[in-house]
């Protein structure tokens, strides 16, 4: 089903919009694509512990999460990472040192609009005496995790679990 009942460029109602990815116009001729967008997760690591946000909104509201977020136009994936870590959590890292690990297709509802996301996973180590401060509409605590005792069903996203999960299995 479409979201969009009319042509935001002459209010047509002859619209067709498969799929919620290409949206056209009969009348105007319109084409606009709605095209996947690019998102980064940081895996952060501290001996042999890893670091969750719990998230403080909708979606997924009080569910383990990883930091990270959308990226901006004309920002590499990396760059990302760390304003979104700077942001998040007040934790200074170079952007040089966040090492790509793996993508995942994610599926993120918001207002109740569908949003398709390629969802870049990214590895770091967290520094030893790094202090974070939290951004609290975004996050309610964060949550060092032994490896050993982390539960895939406590992360909100099913690409995170994956990504989580997948990187586990290096420590096995
Ligand atoms: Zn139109």
């Given at each position: 089903?479409s979201y969009?009942?009319?042509?935001p460029?002459c209010?047509?109602q002859n619209?067709q919009?498969?799929?919620?990815?290409?949206?056209e116009c009969?009348?105007?001729?319109?084409?606009y694509?709605?095209?996947v967008?690019?998102a980064?997760?940081?895996?952060?690591?501290?001996r042999?512990e890893?670091l969750?946000t719990?998230?403080n909104r909708?979606p997924?509201?009080?569910?383990?999460d990883?930091?990270?977020?959308?990226?901006?136009?004309?920002?590499?994936a990396?760059?990302?990472?760390?304003r979104?870590?700077?942001?998040?959590?007040n934790?200074?890292?170079?952007?040089?040192?966040?090492k790509?690990?793996?993508?995942?297709p994610n599926?993120?509802?918001?207002?109740g609009?569908?949003?398709?996301t390629?969802?870049l996973?990214?590895?770091v180590e967290c520094?030893?005496n790094?202090?974070?401060?939290?951004?609290e509409s975004e996050?309610?605590?964060?949550?060092?995790?032994k490896m050993?005792?982390?539960?895939l069903?406590e992360?909100?996203f099913e690409?995170?679990?994956?990504?989580v999960?997948?990187?586990?299995k290096?420590?096995?």
């Amino acid at each position: 089903m479409s979201y969009f009942k009319f042509c935001p460029n002459c209010a047509s109602q002859n619209i067709q919009f498969e799929n919620n990815r290409r949206f056209e116009c009969f009348d105007c001729g319109m084409v606009y694509f709605q095209n996947v967008a690019t998102a980064v997760a940081v895996i952060i690591i501290r001996r042999d512990e890893m670091l969750f946000t719990v998230r403080n909104r909708e979606p997924k509201l009080g569910m383990l999460d990883l930091p990270g977020g959308f990226t901006d136009p004309d920002e590499t994936a990396e760059e990302t990472c760390a304003r979104e870590l700077k942001e998040e959590l007040n934790l200074n890292i170079d952007s040089e040192r966040f090492k790509y690990f793996k993508s995942f297709p994610n599926n993120y509802l918001y207002k109740g609009i569908p949003y398709k996301t390629e969802d870049l996973i990214f590895i770091v180590e967290c520094p030893e005496n790094a202090e974070l401060t939290l951004e609290e509409s975004e996050i309610q605590s964060v949550k060092w995790i032994k490896m050993s005792e982390i539960n895939l069903e406590e992360i909100g996203f099913e690409s995170l679990r994956k990504a989580v999960e997948e990187h586990l299995k290096l420590y096995i």
